[in-house]
């Protein structure tokens, strides 16, 4: 089994469990900021998925790259967001 193979399926694991919880919290309180979280390490699993299956050499040099600064976008904008909320 080749390594590159392994080590996206274990960081794309990551990525969904971190989801996976977010979505849970999201579920138990409703608060928006932990959904944006949801959906950007969704986005965030799915760099590595893609770039593994499709045998990206380099991913910083793909498209798929511009998921993981949506994601990083998505972050920034909810956290802006609920600190506007509170003040």
């Given at each position: 089994m080749n390594l590159t193979l392994v080590t996206g399926g274990a960081i794309f694991m990551?990525?969904?469990v971190a989801a996976?919880?977010?979505?849970?919290?999201w579920r138990r309180t409703a608060d928006s900021l932990f959904l944006a979280f949801a959906a950007a390490f969704l986005l965030l699993a799915a760099?590595?998925?893609?770039?593994?299956?499709?045998?990206?050499?380099?991913e910083e040099q793909s498209p798929f790259y511009l998921l993981r600064l949506l994601a990083f976008l998505i972050i920034i904008v909810a956290i802006i967001?609920?600190?506007?909320?509170?003040?």
């Amino acid at each position: 089994m080749n390594l590159t193979l392994v080590t996206g399926g274990a960081i794309f694991m990551g990525y969904a469990v971190a989801a996976v919880f977010f979505l849970k919290f999201w579920r138990r309180t409703a608060d928006s900021l932990f959904l944006a979280f949801a959906a950007a390490f969704l986005l965030l699993a799915a760099t590595p998925l893609l770039t593994t299956l499709l045998e990206v050499p380099r991913e910083e040099q793909s498209p798929f790259y511009l998921l993981r600064l949506l994601a990083f976008l998505i972050i920034i904008v909810a956290i802006i967001g609920k600190s506007r909320r509170r003040t």
